[in-house]
């Protein structure tokens, strides 16, 4: 976590390797930083973009005591991602959901790229949800469209989830104010995320063994292993999406994001990669058509018409869905390369080699 009040010495790979008069190359490949005499990360365990506290670096380059940082917690400490999702006892992926909360939202401010939330601002949160003072929507009228914000649905229904893993979509559309149709997308999705967290946890576990433990209604289970199918697949192929973003920040074509895999219609896997250096604005990863680029950058994925997107300024790079980041940095790079339709449509939810 990053102190209260230590913002301003916040510390990223790139700068701390500037600091050392290091390529970041040097930098990664070395990993002073792994020397168990250097000061400590005040990122998270597995946090992706690694920070550390500038004080501390210079005093260690510079031969000097390094000096120690506060150790009491303070409202006003900035915590990541993961870390704010351990102050509430819940998975980091839950965490994106309940971020979006009126409560928390106005108060995450990033540093160095990374978002964080001060620990006040998640303790109040904690404290409001166990003592049941929400105040959204209770019900919904008949006839009204859904009377909660999409952004909080994942939290809400989660709630419900954890008080009966037996819930059910006429439950969820009362209580949380949903239309049937929002209530039976995020209900199964939901089951098959939490079916997705038991079987990464305990891979001996089959998915049908671990909606039985979850205590989910035999009625129910074939959409929530559905779902929980297409979870997996998208948690497989996540780790190959972030190498190409973090490749293609190191060629300088983007700043460093968190790649988001998403569902469209149909359980149909796709992922956007904002670019900053190329013509392209973004690139755009289909698990039917592999990479191509996109001609938006608020909207790069666009809207699912269940053929291949095509047109002005959409080249697909390659004929395979996971070419190899060096193949679609050279793609990318090199107009010759590339064809306006995709050679190869790989089937959704196949296999996921390229």
């Known amino acids: 976590m990053i102190r209260a009040g230590r913002r301003k010495y916040a510390q990223?790979?790139?700068?701390?390797?500037?600091?050392?008069?290091?390529?970041?190359?040097?930098?990664?490949?070395?990993?002073p930083y792994a020397d168990e005499t250097f000061?400590?990360?005040?990122?998270?365990?597995?946090?992706?973009?690694?920070?550390?506290?500038?004080?501390?670096?210079?005093?260690?380059?510079?031969?000097?005591?390094?000096?120690?940082?506060?150790?009491?917690?303070?409202?006003?400490?900035?915590?990541?991602?993961?870390?704010?999702?351990?102050?509430?006892?819940?998975?980091?992926?839950?965490?994106?959901?309940?971020?979006?909360?009126?409560?928390?939202?106005?108060?995450?401010?990033?540093?160095?790229?990374?978002?964080?939330?001060?620990?006040?601002?998640?303790?109040?949160?904690?404290?409001?949800?166990?003592?049941?003072?929400?105040?959204?929507?209770?019900?919904?009228?008949?006839?009204?469209?859904?009377m909660v914000p999409r952004d909080e649905i994942s939290a809400r229904v989660g709630d419900l989830l954890d008080e009966d893993p037996a819930v059910t979509l006429a439950t969820v559309q009362e209580r949380v104010g949903l239309s049937y149709a929002a209530a039976a997308r995020a209900l199964p999705r939901l089951r098959g995320e939490r079916i997705a967290d038991l079987v990464q946890a305990e891979p001996d576990l089959t998915p049908e063994e671990a909606a039985t433990r979850l205590r989910y209604p035999t009625a129910v289970q074939r959409t929530a292993l559905a779902s929980a199918a297409t979870e997996l697949r998208a948690r497989q192929v996540q780790p190959y999406l972030q190498r190409v973003a973090?490749?293609?920040?190191?060629?300088?074509?983007?700043?460093?994001?968190?790649?988001?895999?998403?569902?469209?219609?149909g359980d149909v896997l796709a992922a956007a990669v904002a670019l900053s250096g190329s013509g392209a604005p973004a690139l755009v990863w289909d698990e039917r058509y592999g990479w191509r680029t996109a001609v938006s950058r608020r909207h790069p994925i666009g809207k699912e018409t269940g053929t291949p997107p095509e047109g002005e300024g959409i080249r697909y790079l390659s004929e395979h869905q996971q070419p190899e980041p060096s193949e679609l940095l050279a793609a990318l790079t090199d107009h010759r390369h590339g064809t306006r339709h995709p050679k190869t449509v790989h089937p959704a939810g196949g296999t996921l080699q390229g």
């Open 12 to 31: 990223n790979s790139e700068e701390l390797a500037a600091a050392m008069g290091v390529t970041i190359g040097t930098f990664r490949n070395k990993k």
């Open 39 to 146: 000061p400590p990360l005040i990122s998270s365990d597995g946090a992706r973009v690694k920070l550390w506290d500038s004080e501390q670096t210079a005093a260690h380059l510079a031969g000097r005591p390094v000096p120690e940082l506060p150790q009491e917690d303070d409202e006003q400490d900035l915590l990541d991602r993961n870390e704010a999702a351990h102050e509430l006892g819940i998975t980091p992926k839950t965490w994106d959901d309940y971020k979006t909360h009126p409560q928390i939202a106005p108060h995450l401010t990033k540093v160095k790229g990374v978002e964080h939330c001060p620990r006040g601002i998640v303790q109040a949160f904690r404290t409001g949800k166990d003592a049941g003072t929400d105040t959204g929507p209770k019900g919904r009228p008949k006839g009204s469209g859904d």
């Open 246 to 265: 973090d490749v293609l920040v190191g060629a300088g074509l983007a700043q460093a994001q968190d790649v988001r895999v998403q569902r469209l219609e």
